[in-house]
């Protein structure tokens, strides 16, 4: 069985258009357990009693906002090796570097194609099929 149809993923988005074009990719390459949370402190909330095996989330969002989820989930002895790939529309090199000391595994930047996400998610979990 391809590891993609195991797969539990939070999406995390406060825009529901992207999370809903994530959904689809994700789907696209046979990954069928999917959660969606508005926000940082939703997601944490959910991950906190919903297994995962990777974490996306945006930047930028109120209440908890993805830098505060990845410190969160890294503080979380349960969460802080679930892999984490921080979604941004900003590539700069200062968030990049911010991100990395704060234990992402990866990150990608809005705009994004099905290929390049699911290039990002093999980098961080291997081949999906």
């Not at 930028?60 to 830098?67: Q, R």
Request: charged fraction near 25%; charge should be neutral; hydrophobic fraction near 45%.
């Amino acid at each position: 069985m391809p590891i993609a149809a195991t797969l539990k993923v939070l999406i995390v988005d406060d825009q529901n258009s992207v999370r809903q074009m994530t959904r689809m990719a994700l789907e696209s390459f046979g990954i069928r357990y999917i959660h969606e949370s508005e926000n940082g402190k939703e997601a944490f909330d959910t991950a906190s009693i919903q297994p995962l095996d990777l974490i996306i989330s945006d930047y930028n969002m109120p209440e908890l906002d993805g830098m505060g989820l990845l410190r969160a989930v890294r503080g979380h002895p349960a969460l802080r090796r679930v892999p984490f790939i921080l979604l941004t529309g900003r590539g700069d090199q200062e968030l990049v570097v911010k991100a990395a000391h704060a234990g992402v595994n990866n990150y990608l930047v809005k705009p994004f194609t099905p290929a390049i996400i699911r290039e990002k998610i093999e980098q961080v979990l291997g081949k999906l099929s």
